[in-house]
T-cell receptor
Framework: ETGVTQSPTHLIKTRGQQVTLRCSSQSGHNTVSWYQQALGQGPQFIFQ???????GRGNFPPRFSGLQFPNYSSELNVNALELDDSALYLC?????????????FGQGTRLTVV | GEDVEQSLFLSVREGDSSVINCTYTDSSSTYLYWYKQEPGAGLQLLTY?????DMKQDQRLTVLLNKKDKHLSLRIADTQTGDSAIYFCAETLLTGGGNKLTFGTGTQLKVEL
């Protein structure tokens, strides 16, 4: 148990729909990162939020967006879903945006787009 | 550029040592990590090494870093069936633009009796 919880654990969406994934960070952590892990691949960095602002982004289109709330929990929103968006979405929380503090990962949300 | 490569699969017998290898391309990497992922689970940090170190030992785990060749390895001594999982190496750059991890494709370790 890392103290990072994600919801839902699984969901199925239709191509073109929108989805919101949620992450509750570990107590005391002010930084949340989101990763996409396609089947058989390593996780790919989507973006990072620090104190409610995005402060780093990977090579993902604008239809991937996020929010971080005052309690440091976070959402990942994906619009206009495509079949290739099917993946495990992981969030990780840490204390501090740039220091080498340990990132604690949640169990992930398995998204299937049909 | 950023690219982290690993061999896909490794099979060992219980009690033997396992060595998982990784190569990376970004010489500016500050920290290098090893993560473990069990089926249906998130990522668990096993150990990490700072880029100015050559070796780090932590109980059964030994990390070796060859910065000249950009090669990282993880040795697991006395491998147990519970070590069966996918192992990812990852690198990070500490920048003002966030602390992103770049992962390899993962090595599936299978431990046989």
């Amino acid at each position: 148990e890392t103290g990072v919880t994600q919801s839902p654990t699984h969901l199925i969406k239709t191509r073109g729909q929108q989805v919101t994934l949620r992450c509750s960070s570990q107590s005391g952590h002010n930084t949340v990162s989101w990763y996409q892990q396609a089947l058989g691949q390593g996780p790919q960095f989507i973006f990072q939020y620090y104190r409610e602002e995005e402060n780093g982004r990977g090579n993902f289109p604008p239809r991937f967006s996020g929010l971080q709330f005052p309690n440091y929990s976070s959402e990942l929103n994906v619009n206009a879903l495509e079949l290739d968006d099917s993946a495990l979405y992981l969030c990780a929380s840490r204390q501090g945006a740039s220091e080498n503090t340990e990132a604690f990962f949640g169990q992930g949300t398995r998204l299937t787009v049909v | 550029g950023e690219d982290v490569e690993q061999s896909l699969f490794l099979s060992v017998r219980e009690g033997d040592s396992s060595v998982i290898n990784c190569t990376y391309t970004d010489s500016s990497s500050t920290y290098l990590y090893w993560y473990k992922q069990e089926p249906g689970a998130g990522l668990q940090l096993l150990t990490y090494i700072f880029s100015n170190m050559d070796m780090k030992q932590d109980q059964r785990l030994t990390v070796l870093l060859n910065k000249k060749d950009k090669h990282l390895s993880l040795r697991i001594a006395d491998t147990q069936t519970g070590d069966s999982a996918i192992y990812f190496c990852a690198e990070t750059l500490l920048t003002g633009g966030g602390n992103k991890l770049t992962f390899g494709t993962g090595t599936q370790l299978k431990v046989e009796l």
